[in-house]
């Protein structure tokens, strides 16, 4: 499926989001419903077409999406928290590892990312989750840590993760989500690759 023409891999997608057993969550063994969706970081542009056309005929379908973007909301978080514009004065002068270290400090996924999720959650009506923007919050933001964080608060409606890069699974190495298939070491075992379910 992963060598499949975006437009087909988007068709499975349609096929399964719109379908009862996905959004009710069956056959997933009480495990929270997070699901990876992989893609090659090269596509992202496609991807991004692609997933707009896809959100559009899911709602014509009667299945209601809330999409985050985790960049739009860190920077959503930044201004509400009055330190938006202190931080792009700050980047010309400080090393990108000050940068990184004050980033993540702000965007803390348990302290300040989910709970930000959490309140759009309350007052969205929806049937599935999209998060999207992974690419473009790395490294001051890592998947793994929004999905350890989101568990107790996404686990009532599924949530599809658009994740620039491969979902693997090994038995001499567990599961791993490998950014721009290039970094190894986000171990994350709790989600199902999408393109391996089935409609």
Known sequence: MARRPIPERFQHLFAVISGQRFLKKQGLGNEIPFFICPFKPEDSVEVERQKLKLVNRLEQAGVRILEINLYDLSIEILKERGIWNQIIEMEATVSKEQLKELLQGVLDPEAHLVPAIAAKLAITEFEVLFLSGVGEVFPY???????????????????????????????????????????????????????????
């Open 141 to 199: 933001i890592r998947s793994h840590n929004v999905l350890n964080n989101l568990q107790s608060t996404a686990k009532d409606k599924p949530t599809v993760l658009f994740f620039p890069g491969n979902y693997t699974h090994s038995l001499q190495t567990g599961a791993s989500l490998d950014l721009f298939e290039r970094m190894h070491d986000d171990k994350y075992y709790r989600a199902f690759n999408i393109f391996h379910c089935e409609v």
